[in-house]
Structure formats: structure tokens, C-alpha cells
């Protein structure tokens, strides 16, 4: 072999391996994720017995392993991949009864994320695919839920999900006071140092007029939502990367009474949860 070729050999080995430097393996994170959906309802009518309130609870679940590689310079853009993609039958409480539009929502929402199944995205997190979850706007669960699903962790001081505004489509105009805290502690995890931190995000109770009816509301029924959510992670210490994390969230939809005036109305209840459980392992 001449000079001239050892040369290119040697340049075209040289240039291979720049890129397998620069292209690192990807952090691979079992995800687990729980979706509750919990309805109580009571609708008393003049010159009926009161009944007690009726609850109704639909649970499902799906796992995932989640391949990630976060851009270095932007860390808000990334490149993941969705693999063994598992589901889980509903689960109903009490079971059997009508199939209410929400429980075939979620039931829907939770068949769609299978086809996430070998799917690849070089996104931002805000465009990242999450379970429908035809929450209303102001969307906080459904922005809060595609952060929380990755193998991030909180950060220092800085609130690293960008929740909407009220001042967005359907809000009341302005941003809301969003209250963002962390705390820090120091544990271990599977005999490895790490920090552990506690992460809060919590929202204001806001109007959600679209949640009552204009006939209900001419009788001074009020509707409010709310948010709130939690993140408990664990940092590794000598190389800043999430280990673990389990995190949960809530948005919680109610009607409010007090200005009602008709006995029979003030005897309404109508509460909707829905909340969401992430467990996140890191794998590699």
C-alpha cells in the first residue's frame, strides 16, 4: 500500500471516529406511566330523595423504554426514541355500568400511544408526542406530562417546564401566579451518591365556564379548575444525569355553589380528577 493511501486510510479512520465521538449512545429510561380519572357526580331533583354522591374511577397504564439524546447546546431539543411499548387493560371502578365519553377517550388515547412503538423524534420537548388527553386550556397537565416523561431532572432554581398562561385561549387574561419550588437532599440510590430533589409546581384556582351549563350558570353555578404537580428525582452526583424519578400530577375540575340559591341546586356535586403517575429508571 502506497504513502499516499495509508494517508487517506488513516484521514477517512480519523474522520469515523469524530463522529462516534460526537454522536455519544443515547440514555436509555424505563418509563412507566398511570392515568386516573376520577368523577363525582350528584344531580338531586325537586321532590326527590337526596342520593349520595356516585364516584367513578378508570385507571390505565403504559410502559415504555424511552432512548434520548438531548442536544448539548439547547437541551430543550433532543432526539428520543419509543420502544417496548406496553399497555394495559382499563380498569374500572366500580367495574361494569355505561362507558362513559371519557373512559373511550382514555381508552383510545392509550391504544393511539402504541403506534409510538419504534417511532423516532427530533423535536423540542413541547412538540413531543403525549396521550390525548382533551384537557382544556389552559393545558398545564398535558405541557407538565412531556417534560415529565423524560429523562430529565428539574434543575437548580429554574422552572424547567413551561406551563401556558391563562392569559392564552380560554384563560382570564394574564399570567397566572405559577408557583415553582425545589429542594435539595442528599441520599443514595442502589449504593450510588446522589442528590435527591423535590420539585413543586402549583396553580392558581381559576374559572372553567366551558364546564357548566349556561342554564346551570344563570342559576349562579361557577365552575374553577385547578393544577398542581410534584417531582421527587435522584441526581447522581459525579456526573449530573437523572438516576430515578417519580412524579405525579393533578388537574382537578369542580363546581362551586356558593352563590346558589335553590335548595335543590345547592345540593350538587360534580368533581372531575384527572391525574397521572411517571416512574422513570434509568437504564444506561
Known amino acids: 500500500m502506497s504513502f499516499g493511501r495509508l494517508n487517506l486510510a488513516a484521514l477517512l479512520l480519523g474522520l469515523l471516529s469524530s463522529a462516534a465521538v460526537s454522536q455519544p449512545e443515547p440514555a436509555r429510561y424505563r418509563v412507566e406511566q398511570v392515568f386516573r380519572l376520577e368523577t363525582v357526580l350528584a344531580q338531586p331533583r325537586a321532590g326527590q330523595e337526596n342520593q349520595p354522591p356516585v364516584t367513578t374511577l378508570v385507571e390505565g397504564r403504559f410502559r415504555f423504554v424511552l432512548e434520548q439524546r438531548l442536544n448539548e ?9 419509543f420502544t417496548r411499548v406496553e399497555l394495559e387493560r382499563l380498569r374500572k371502578e366500580p367495574p361494569g355500568g355505561e362507558t362513559s365519553a371519557a373512559e373511550r377517550a382514555l381508552a383510545l ?18 412538540e413531543l408526542p403525549v396521550l390525548p388527553l382533551g384537557e382544556a386550556a389552559p393545558a398545564w397537565l398535558t405541557a407538565w406530562l412531556r417534560w415529565a416523561q423524560m429523562g430529565s431532572f428539574a434543575g437548580v432554581g429554574v422552572n ?9 385561549p380560554g384563560g382570564e387574561g394574564g399570567s397566572p401566579p405559577l408557583t415553582y ?8 440510590f442502589r449504593q450510588q451518591p ?15 365556564p366551558g364546564a357548566v351549563t349556561p342554564e ?30 417519580e ?19 345547592r345540593e350538587m356535586v360534580f368533581r372531575v380528577r384527572l391525574s397521572v403517575q411517571v416512574r422513570i429508571e434509568r437504564l444506561s
Open 181 to 188: 419550588d425545589l429542594r435539595w437532599r442528599r441520599s443514595d
Open 194 to 208: 446522589c442528590h435527591v430533589q423535590e420539585a413543586r409546581w402549583t396553580a392558581p384556582t381559576l374559572p372553567a
Open 73 to 81: 447546546e439547547e437541551p430543550e431539543f433532543g432526539t428520543w426514541r
Open 247 to 265: 412524579r405525579s400530577a393533578l388537574r382537578e375540575t369542580f363546581w362551586d355553589l356558593q352563590h346558589v340559591q335553590k335548595p335543590e341546586l
Open 160 to 168: 424547567p417546564v413551561n406551563l401556558p398562561a391563562a392569559g392564552e
Open 109 to 126: 388515547g392509550l391504544l393511539s400511544m402504541r403506534r409510538l412503538e419504534g417511532k423516532e423524534f427530533t423535536v423540542g420537548v413541547g
Open 216 to 245: 346551570l350558570a344563570a342559576e349562579g353555578v361557577e365552575a374553577r379548575t385547578r393544577f398542581s404537580a410534584m417531582s421527587l428525582e435522584w441526581v447522581a452526583q459525579e456526573n449530573p444525569a437523572l438516576v430515578y424519578a
